[in-house]
């Protein structure tokens, strides 16, 4: 289509022009449909995808359809109503007034009551604590209470009863044995075996062991004997009676030696429960000591041996031993031999003088 003018000019050809916008708008038409035929596939797809709604969900949904409408026509009411007065504004906000202090004081009461409620529970807390405290010990009671009731009454145990002695003395020349009386074991200890045992020994040696001759106007000369040979020597020889050990102990500052005999307190003597046979070790014992001339024997009993001595004592009566008893807690058996002087090895110590003391008592029989 060509453009006419009144001027001498030649017309303008618009017919490409027209072609161009014809294609322009079949392009954005064609656009548009397949837009619109995808919009419509999507929705029909999310459609499909959707899972159709249950009886239930129906209900909610028209419930809340209905609640929405009747807030929606309140609304409308309220919007339409006529404006409240001036004066009932006023009275309004006089009571909003009041109301926010009664809320402000509630809120106060509130607290207070919080920390009462607090101080309950930490009591309460507390109470449960000691009442645990409480029934624990209360169940230990009964618990003890149980054991008293099955526990036997103790029996008094029967006392051991000892005679005092009648005290005689001991005839002179007496062959003094004694019985060492210790738990539940009694020991026969036999001095006067061991005396003559150390005696017959020192006469075998006496020449070797004289250390100085002291001249006595008008008596007889001392021999004085030393005293550690005679100690080593006689260590030496481990000499034995009834399986007990002799020894002969150093008393440096003095002249007189001392005998110990050795008694076996775990091992050796006759346990009480072998006494009641009739024919027991202790029986023996008694057989032996009767036979002896002039033969004395003297319980040396332990304060833990009484029931012992009690039982020994009447096995030796029976068999009419003249006996003594004393109490003595040595385990050993110690008496000094006179027969000999040894020299001393250090001088004793000065002492103050002191008063006489009083004889000390003869040992007796009963």
Not at 164 to 176: D, H, K, L, W
Not at 298 to 316: C, D, M, Q, S
């Amino acid at each position: 289509m060509a453009r006419r003018t009144n001027s001498d000019e030649p017309a303008v050809n618009l017919d490409s022009l027209m072609d161009a916008l014809t294609n322009v708008v079949a392009v954005l038409i064609l656009v548009l449909i397949l837009l619109q035929a995808d919009v419509g596939q999507k929705v029909q797809r999310l459609l499909d995808d959707l899972p159709p709604a249950t009886p239930e969900q129906i209900e909610k949904s028209r419930q809340e359809l209905a609640a929405l409408t009747r807030e929606r026509d309140h609304n409308k009411a309220l919007l339409n109503a006529k404006a409240p007065e001036p004066q009932l504004v006023e009275q309004t906000k006089a009571q909003l007034a009041l109301l926010e202090k009664s809320i402000k004081d509630s809120d106060v009461r509130l607290l207070d009551l919080e920390k009462l409620r607090q101080l309950q529970v930490r009591h309460q807390s507390e109470r449960d604590a000691e009442q645990k405290k409480t029934d624990a010990l209360i169940a230990e009671i009964r618990k003890f209470e149980a054991l008293l009731d099955n526990t036997p009454l103790p029996q008094a145990k029967k006392p051991d009863v000892v005679r005092i002695p009648n005290s005689r003395e001991i005839p002179a020349g007496a062959n003094v044995y004694f019985a060492h009386v210790i738990g539940d074991r009694v020991h026969l200890v036999d001095p006067v075996t061991a005396r003559k045992m150390i005696m017959d020994e020192f006469e075998k040696v006496r020449s070797k062991m004289l250390r100085d001759t002291i001249k006595v106007k008008g008596a007889r000369d001392r021999k004085v004997y030393d005293q550690e040979k005679l100690v080593k020597h006689f260590d030496s020889l481990k000499l034995q009676v009834r399986g007990q050990k002799i020894s002969l102990l150093p008393n440096r500052p003095w002249t007189r030696l001392p005998m110990r005999i050795e008694i076996d307190t775990k091992n050796g003597g006759v346990p009480l429960a072998a006494m009641n046979a009739q024919n027991s070790e202790w029986h023996r014992i008694c057989n032996l000591v009767r036979s002896f001339p002039k033969s004395v024997l003297i319980f040396r009993v332990h304060p833990n041996g009484f029931p012992t001595y009690l039982k020994a004592r009447e096995i030796a009566d029976r068999f009419n031993i003249p006996c003594g008893w004393e109490i003595n807690g040595s385990p050993n058996h110690v008496e000094t031999i006179n027969d000999f002087e040894v020299n001393r090895l250090e001088q004793p110590k000065p002492q103050a003088p002191k008063p006489p003391a009083p004889p000390a008592p003869k040992k007796g029989l009963d």
